[in-house]
């Protein structure tokens, strides 16, 4: 008897517990970032911000219309193959509603795919690459981070004049292929008269920066090198080659604070970037520079506030859907939708679901209050004066 009672209990509880399973209605967000790898310092603020993110948006209860928000972390290590199987293992295994990532633009394109395949959205924060909003596209990829074009017009905004000869210096990878490209495409007026990429990996910068040199030495007007760099590696070393006996100046866009301790060495230098903590004025970024104190002692950084703006765009949509994570609801709700950021208001455009965001033209002030050189804003580059080009063939 007892037996048989016992069975009939557990047959109860199948009964009872499979349905509640079915209705838990989790809404699962797997994050796909560098935890560890050559951009781990880029990918860890962006889990922070996305997390400090999350807890705002959702006025700190990481529920949605009475659904509870997880984000399942996965660590691609900076490796393309190794995202692509993780993203497919959490559309597929975790049953991850949708996906936040990668750090690295090559991972992030071999991650493309795969949401097309499983037809789940990836939300790309912070790869850069234009190619994954331009040829490289599909309709799953929405892209809150900022693309090359941005960081491009931006930075031509505060260099592009008559007279100017530019020689770049980029990674030999396709974050500064496309930055280069989108450089190049945004001026109008300066001339490019070198391009130089040297390994990712590269920490002695004396034989290209002596290319760089030789290109720009006996040119007339205001001489320029403009570097597009990420990750491990100094390339502002090449200041100490006496590049002011040639009169050649650096320029570059915004980085995180500890990159940005090389440019107390460059007061004046002008450039645009993507955010710092000290520049937009709106609560959102409030929020975030308070919370971001309380919990580490630090301003937030450069991805930090990236990670953030992800968290506003999901939350954004599933209030708008009322909690719904299918995907072509979240997709027509997401496509032209405006949300608040610690930049401001972002809108994703509909033509290639790139965040259309300002940017902040900047000069270099060597403040000892601070470890690293201070971006003073010059003024801010609004969405509408940038003319980015949509490069998908949608």
């Known amino acids: ?113 795969v949401a097309e395949e499983y037809k789940k959205i990836l939300l790309v924060e912070p790869a850069v690459a234009d190619s994954i909003t331009g040829d490289k596209w599909n309709k799953y990829i929405f892209r809150t981070g ?46 490019i008269v070198h391009e130089e990429y040297l390994p990712t990996n590269t920490t002695d910068f004396t034989a290209g920066a002596q290319r760089l040199i030789d290109a720009l030495k006996d040119k007339p ?40 301790a090389a440019y107390k060495n460059l007061p004046g230098m002008e450039g645009a970037t ?35 703006s992800a968290a506003m765009a999901i939350v954004t949509a599933l209030k708008q859907t009322g909690g719904n994570t299918n995907t072509n609801k979240l997709i027509s709700t997401m496509e032209g939708m405006s949300f608040d950021t610690p930049k401001g208001k972002m809108t994703f455009r509909k033509d290639d679901h790139q965040a259309m965001q300002s940017m902040y033209h900047f000069k270099i002030k060597n403040d000892p209050a601070f470890a690293w050189g201070v971006p003073e804003l010059v003024r801010e580059i609004k969405p509408e004066e940038m003319q980015v080009p949509i490069r998908n063939k949608r």
Not at 48 to 60: D, N, R, S
Not at 236 to 260: Q, S, V, W, Y
Request: proline share 5%; glycine share 10%.
């Open 1 to 113: 008897m007892q037996r048989r009672s016992l069975i009939a209990l557990a047959a109860l509880a199948a009964t009872v517990s499979a349905p509640a399973l079915a209705q838990s209605g989790d809404i699962k967000i797997a994050h796909v970032y560098s935890k560890t790898g050559p951009l781990e310092a880029y990918g860890k603020q962006t889990q922070a911000g996305l997390m400090m993110g999350l807890q705002y948006a959702t006025g700190g209860t990481m529920t949605v219309n009475g659904k509870k928000i997880t984000v399942i972390e996965k660590d691609d290590q900076g490796k393309p193959d190794l995202g692509k199987s993780l993203l497919a293992a959490a559309y597929s295994d975790d049953k991850a509603d949708l996906a936040v990532g990668p750090t690295s633009s090559g991972v992030a394109l071999a991650m493309l795919p």
């Open 146 to 191: 900022r693309n090359s074009s941005q960081d491009a017009i931006s930075n031509a905004v505060a260099m592009d004049k008559e007279g100017v000869s530019v020689a770049t210096l980029a990674q030999d990878y396709a974050f500064g292929r496309d930055g280069v490209k989108a450089f190049k495409d945004a001026l109008k007026k300066a001339k």
């Open 221 to 260: 007007g205001r001489k320029v090198i403009f570097i597009i760099w990420a990750g491990a590696g100094n390339p502002f070393k090449i200041a100490d080659l006496d590049l002011k006996r040639h009169g050649i100046e650096i320029a570059t866009g915004g980085n995180i604070l500890p990159a940005m």
């Open 274 to 308: 993507y955010y710092y903590f000290g520049i937009p004025k709106n609560p959102v970024n409030d929020a975030l520079v308070a919370a971001h104190y309380k919990e580490y002692k630090t301003p937030p950084d450069f991805f930090t506030a990236g990670g953030f």
